[in-house]
Nanobody, 124 residues
Framework: QVQLEESGGGLVQAGDSLRLSCAAS????????MAWFRQAPGKERELVAT????????FYADSVKGRFTVSRDNAKNTVYLQMNSLKPEDTAVYYC?????????????????WGQGTQVTVSS
């Protein structure tokens, strides 16, 4: 069973930075893509970023492009989300997710494994 655990959320001011981490266990981490999603109150869960198995290919939502960076350390079974120049509209619960197979997906329904989420709150 795949297990994902996020950490690193918190309360920051606009313009600050945070780094989220997601530790994975239960299968060969380095063989699978990973993704970060977020969900704000009253809104649907939305894709933030994806990263392929090697870290050589990434995708970002337009809303975070140029401010957020996704990376991974396969030796540590961990994926990261570096968030810079945070804005109040980035406030949400952030989730890491993994698919069942080896492909990279942008659709939330393709992800079978989810962490419990970590709250990020950005004050103005």
């Amino acid at each position: 069973q795949v297990q994902l655990e996020e950490s690193g959320g918190g309360l920051v001011q606009a313009g600050d930075s945070l780094r989220l981490s997601c530790a994975a266990s239960g299968r060969t981490f380095g063989s699978y893509s990973m993704a970060w999603f977020r969900q704000a109150p009253g809104k649907e869960r939305e894709l933030v970023a994806t990263i392929n198995w090697s870290g050589g290919s990434t995708f970002y939502a337009d809303s975070v492009k140029g401010r957020f960076t996704v990376s991974r350390d396969n030796a540590k079974n961990t994926v990261y989300l570096q968030m810079n120049s945070l804005k109040p509209e980035d406030t949400a619960v952030y989730y890491c997710a993994a698919p069942k197979d080896y492909y990279v997906y942008r659709n939330v329904r393709e992800y079978a494994y989810w962490g419990q989420g970590t709250q990020v709150t950005v004050s103005s």
